[in-house]
């Protein structure tokens, strides 16, 4: 029987997997496997669904994530915070906030759940998931036992963690997360949108971003979309100063090694003449050209049209080819564009 993912994707595709279940106690996960066994089919895992762009149908079986449940803890220097990976991630940031826990709002209002949190290492106004995360709970089906894995074993970087290497996406399933926060809190203010901020408390800030993202990106309810679909490329130090030559108000950040520039992949694309773009019922959004959405019944050939067609259109005019940050799943599983 094929099972619906209309609403178990974020761009509301109408498309479908051979089977799913949503998994909301742990028990539910010896169903699934049962069902990969004895079909030999492959599996994704999906939270809120909003880090994926399905190409077509999926012949495989999808395992939705809705382990709930939040637990804390302290010492004389840290809260720790443990998460059910089904949780809602600002949902987390918000309960945190209610218990004077600060340090998370700088990631306000990304959507996904705390189990997709890892795995792309989201991040935005300065700060990243792995400046939080102690470890990363999973179930290991190489070794059929649930562990953890700490950060410092994650390999998290730009939009990326071990479990986007091909042969983990197979092995480890994300249970839980838990994060070490500081309680000596100080705002983070290191992003050019911050600075000159009023009101700097956790709160402030929080409502700060939260305003600025819902200015910027329609909600999925409204318009289908996965919020920001590529990423931030970066670049030789040259390549920066070449485009600051050409153009005014090139907005670049220094990453750690000094060397390389991080360009903003919306800048980009809207000087590449993208912004706005509407092709059938796909596009990019009027007010953020970062984000493609589905107008309104669009097919999943329609956005993946748009995201080719923005792609070669900013490596025509920049020489600069972008990379997804959104997970493209296809027949068999992840795939490129």
């Given at each position: 029987m094929a099972f619906s993912l209309k609403k178990y994707n974020t761009f509301g595709l109408e498309v479908e997997a051979t089977w799913g279940i949503e998994i909301n106690d742990f028990v539910m996960f010896d169903m699934a496997f049962k069902k990969i066994k004895e079909t030999g089919l492959p599996f994704i895992v999906l939270g809120d669904g909003s880090d994926v762009l399905f190409k077509e149908d999926y012949e495989g079986i999808v395992m939705v994530n809705r382990l709930k449940g939040m637990e804390f803890s302290q010492d004389s220097d840290f809260h720790y915070v443990k998460v059910q990976a089904g949780e809602n991630f600002d949902s987390v940031?918000?309960?945190?906030?209610?218990?004077?826990?600060?340090?998370?709002?700088?990631?306000?209002?990304?959507?996904?759940?705390?189990?997709?949190?890892?795995?792309?290492?989201?991040?935005?106004?300065?700060?990243?998931?792995?400046?939080?995360?102690?470890?990363?709970?999973?179930?290991d089906l190489k070794n059929n036992k649930i562990d953890r894995i700490r950060a410092q074993d994650c390999a998290f970087g730009y939009r990326t963690s071990i479990f986007k290497i091909p042969e983990n996406t197979d092995r480890y399933i994300i249970t839980a997360v838990e994060l070490k926060i500081p309680k000596k809190w100080t705002p983070n203010l290191n992003y050019a949108?911050?600075?000159?901020?009023?009101?700097?408390?956790?709160?402030?800030?929080?409502?700060?971003?939260?305003?600025?993202?819902?200015?910027?990106?329609?909600?999925?309810?409204?318009?289908?979309?996965?919020?920001?679909?590529?990423?931030?490329?970066?670049?030789?130090?040259?390549?920066?100063?070449?485009?600051?030559?050409?153009?005014?108000?090139?907005?670049?950040?220094?990453?750690?090694?000094?060397?390389?520039?991080?360009?903003?992949?919306?800048?980009?694309?809207?000087?590449?003449?993208?912004?706005?773009?509407?092709?059938?019922?796909?596009?990019?959004?009027?007010?953020?050209?970062?984000?493609?959405?589905?107008?309104?019944?669009?097919?999943?050939?329609?956005?993946?049209?748009?995201a080719c067609f923005v792609r070669n259109k900013v490596a025509d005019k920049f020489g600069i080819v972008l990379e997804p940050e959104v997970r493209i799943i296809g027949k068999k599983g992840e795939c490129h564009l």
């Amino acid at each position: 029987m094929a099972f619906s993912l209309k609403k178990y994707n974020t761009f509301g595709l109408e498309v479908e997997a051979t089977w799913g279940i949503e998994i909301n106690d742990f028990v539910m996960f010896d169903m699934a496997f049962k069902k990969i066994k004895e079909t030999g089919l492959p599996f994704i895992v999906l939270g809120d669904g909003s880090d994926v762009l399905f190409k077509e149908d999926y012949e495989g079986i999808v395992m939705v994530n809705r382990l709930k449940g939040m637990e804390f803890s302290q010492d004389s220097d840290f809260h720790y915070v443990k998460v059910q990976a089904g949780e809602n991630f600002d949902s987390v940031i918000r309960t945190c906030l209610d218990r004077e826990i600060y340090g998370l709002e700088n990631l306000a209002l990304i959507p996904g759940t705390a189990g997709a949190a890892p795995v792309q290492n989201i991040g935005a106004y300065g700060s990243s998931f792995s400046d939080f995360c102690r470890y990363v709970e999973v179930l290991d089906l190489k070794n059929n036992k649930i562990d953890r894995i700490r950060a410092q074993d994650c390999a998290f970087g730009y939009r990326t963690s071990i479990f986007k290497i091909p042969e983990n996406t197979d092995r480890y399933i994300i249970t839980a997360v838990e994060l070490k926060i500081p309680k000596k809190w100080t705002p983070n203010l290191n992003y050019a949108s911050l600075e000159g901020l009023e009101d700097t408390s956790a709160r402030g800030i929080y409502n700060h971003i939260s305003d600025v993202r819902n200015s910027k990106l329609p909600s999925p309810k409204v318009l289908g979309n996965a919020g920001s679909f590529f990423k931030n490329p970066v670049v030789e130090k040259s390549v920066y100063e070449k485009l600051v030559s050409e153009y005014d108000h090139v907005p670049g950040y220094g990453t750690d090694d000094g060397s390389t520039v991080k360009l903003a992949a919306g800048w980009l694309i809207e000087k590449a003449g993208c912004k706005g773009l509407r092709m059938g019922n796909a596009g990019t959004y009027e007010k953020q050209s970062l984000i493609l959405v589905n107008y309104g019944g669009a097919s999943p050939d329609e956005l993946i049209g748009v995201a080719c067609f923005v792609r070669n259109k900013v490596a025509d005019k920049f020489g600069i080819v972008l990379e997804p940050e959104v997970r493209i799943i296809g027949k068999k599983g992840e795939c490129h564009l």
